[in-house]
């Protein structure tokens, strides 16, 4: 019997809406944070994006995608989302409100469709890199296509 296909709950939604996109899987036990994994994997910096979980002054959750090396502007952050304050989600949090890990965190496919937004700079990218859904993957796939599954818009939100 051949080895089975690893399939994450991120890559079966992106087949489902028929999205193009690759996958690379790499030895990881632990979490590493987007600038190491990208040197391990050979990425360039400006193509890996991070996903980061922030509950607003409401309670609700939202989503960010943003550059490996970027720091969010929770300020303009909670402005694109309506709140008045966010913070990051504890990460004892993390995995009962998303269904992932930390490192394998990813805005396919959480448990619940979050408010999500993309650093509109990636919307001049021709790929990108995001985490896979677990620990030692990365998926590779248009802004525009992370855009549509993850049912998120694209705005500035980071410091400058």
Same mark, same amino acid.
Do not use: R
């Given at each position: 019997m051949s080895k089975k296909e690893v399939k994450t709950n991120a890559m079966r939604m992106l087949d489902r809406a028929k999205v193009s996109y690759?996958?690379?899987?790499?030895?990881? %036990? %632990?979490? /590493? %944070? *987007?600038?190491?994994?990208? %040197?391990k994997l050979g990425?360039? #910096?400006?193509?890996v994006? @991070?996903?980061?979980? /922030? /509950?607003? @002054? /409401? *309670?609700? #959750?939202?989503?960010?995608?943003?550059?490996?090396?970027?720091?969010?502007d929770f300020k303009k952050a909670a402005k694109v989302v309506g709140e008045k304050s966010l913070e990051m989600l504890h990460l004892k949090d993390l995995t009962k409100v998303t269904g992932y890990v930390r490192g394998g965190c990813t805005a396919i496919g959480m448990k619940k469709q979050f408010p999500t937004v993309i650093q509109e700079d990636a919307k001049e990218l021709e790929y990108m890199h995001v985490s896979g859904g677990k620990l030692g993957m990365q998926i590779r796939l248009a802004p525009q296509d992370l855009q549509k599954v993850a049912k998120a818009e694209f705005a500035d939100v980071i410091r400058s």
């Open positions: 690759s996958y690379e899987e790499y030895e990881c %036990d %632990d979490f /590493t %944070d *987007g600038i190491q994994t990208a %040197d990425y360039d #910096h400006k193509l994006y @991070k996903t980061l979980v /922030t /509950t607003g @002054k /409401t *309670g609700n #959750h939202y989503v960010f995608v943003i550059p490996i090396e970027a720091e969010i």
